[in-house]
């Protein structure tokens, strides 16, 4: 069955919830687009997170990440959109998003985005 992209973000039962520990996602394989040129953008995206009563669930993580692989939206926004998302979805003790994204024009771009 193919896969769709999806804004959906499943989460399940935190399997420690009394234990303190940190989980890190890292895509690198990130993509949107400008909107401003039209043009893709590529970057990797970082999250840490140490989580409350609800984990996030990776295949969801996936397609929504590919959710945005044809949506115009500027770097500073998709980082505070993507933590603001996951925020919803697992109610997280601590967040942070980090989008690191290719050198465009001759600049780096890193965007960090923390909860709370």
Same mark, same amino acid.
């Given at each position: 069955? *193919? @896969?769709? !992209? $999806?804004?959906?973000?499943?989460? &399940?039962?935190?399997?420690? !919830? ?16 400008? *909107?401003?040129?039209?043009? *893709? ?9 140490? *989580? ?7 295949? $969801?993580?996936?397609?929504? &990440? ?7 939206? &500027? ?5 505070? @959109? ?12 601590? @967040? ?19 909860? !709370?």
């Amino acid at each position: 069955m *193919p @896969m769709q !992209p $999806s804004k959906a973000l499943e989460t &399940f039962e935190n399997p420690y !919830p009394d234990r303190r520990y940190t989980i890190e996602f890292t895509c690198a394989e990130f993509t949107s687009i400008c *909107p401003k040129t039209g043009q *893709p953008d590529f970057g990797t995206i970082v999250i840490r997170y140490v *989580p409350g009563p609800r984990c996030i669930e990776l295949k $969801s993580l996936k397609l929504y &990440f590919w959710s945005y692989r044809n949506e115009g939206i &500027f770097y500073e926004a998709v980082t505070n @959109m993507i933590l603001d998302d996951l925020v919803a979805a697992c109610d997280p003790v601590e @967040m942070t998003v980090i989008g690191r994204f290719n050198v465009r024009g001759g600049i780096d771009h890193e965007i960090t985005a923390a909860y !709370p």
